[in-house]
């Protein structure tokens, strides 16, 4: 059990910015201004491959939960990303994608074998800060939970979110179905999963493959025309939308 | 060049509501009560096979639009249901659809067929109105105009969005691409296409084929957990916020 510290607090966008630490994860908790210490449910949030926990896709989504639907939302820098070292595995690891990225090699493979690494570790930090944010009062042991994570949070996330009873709607989407569709099968809450249609990385199959996986009663594919990085903006709009559906609260 | 005939007019859900005719053909106009004479975007919805233009699911899509977008909302009764008459040939196609659902056949065929046939007599329906529409000082010949139709709703609408210049975003859904998938093949305007993931009629490559046969740059699939029926609710907030982010408007 590790305790959470705070190491900072600041505000930004009309949040209340707290960095923190839960043993050596660093992290950040954003709250709304208007009532930083009022009960509201919480979302965690998974970073993208090579981004880090206050990445402007982070802080954006944090704006649109956080301001929109009154929620706190906390997200880790993942293994090798952000405040946190790189191992020689993660050098390695990155210095391999970009020789295939160069060499016009499929990416797949590695960041598939990669974020399954970083899953790993990443999956109990997230458990251990879900502990360490329900001692607040503000969030609280039998508050509402999500998850909000897109390609490597959808890989950390995943796994996370069916070994995680707490967790009861979440939103993934942009990764492989390779080991992550057996846990995708025992992932029963609301989802909500975006692909992009013209991926030049993940094959249509592929996208659609894992969203056919989640056991989910409830289930919501969002496809969009346009390439990997192309993800609409509205995405996150709808997310927050849904995540206000299921979590409660009004996303405006 | 067909005139339109208004033949009533009343209020409903604080909407105003207008029958009217355009030649033969019966179909009703939703206003905004605070501003049916104001210029605002027109949407043309086409209602699903066996309903009419005011079942509820027509007037509670067009409350969306009405009242939480500002636009105005026409709908005309298709050929053989509401208000209008039923030729030998509907009766024939109707009975063999019941038989083959009776039966446990497959339905698709059935719908199809009888769907492209009516689709032949719509188009040009749907066109004449849009002709007359325009005529009314709160829509004019210059301003933006939306397509929302599902099921039979889109059997008549792809083939009128692919033949319509006038019309600049569209929502379809849930049909077969046998007959569609050309003309969708010749739609360029932004798209939002519903399926249903579990659907018992429409397999998922059927489904999948006709919202990859549309040629639009921008174009969203949603699909949805749940069989034919299910489509969910929100999904008709969604093609709102659609239709106002294409048209102009704010949904509320």
Known sequence: MYSLKFTSESTFNGMVERDFTVGEV??????PAS????????VLMGHGGGNHKKHPAMSGRAQLLVNGCGFHVAVLDAPGHGDRPRTAHDEAEVADLFRARAAGEP??????????HLAELAVPEYRATLDALQELPEIGADGPVGYFG???GTAIGIPFVASEPRITAAVFGQHWP???AEHAARITVPVEFAMQWDDEHITREEALALFDAFASKEKS???NS???KELPRFEADSAARFLARHLGGAAS
């Open 178 to 180: 390779d080991v992550l």
């Open 226 to 228: 346009g390439r990997h």
């Open 221 to 223: 594919l969002h496809a």
């Open 35 to 42: 009532g930083a210490a009022d009960r509201a449910p919480l």
């Open 26 to 31: 660093p992290g950040v908790l954003w709250s």
């Open 150 to 152: 897109i390609n490597m």
């Open 107 to 116: 990416e797949g493979p590695i960041v598939v074998r990669y974020n399954a």
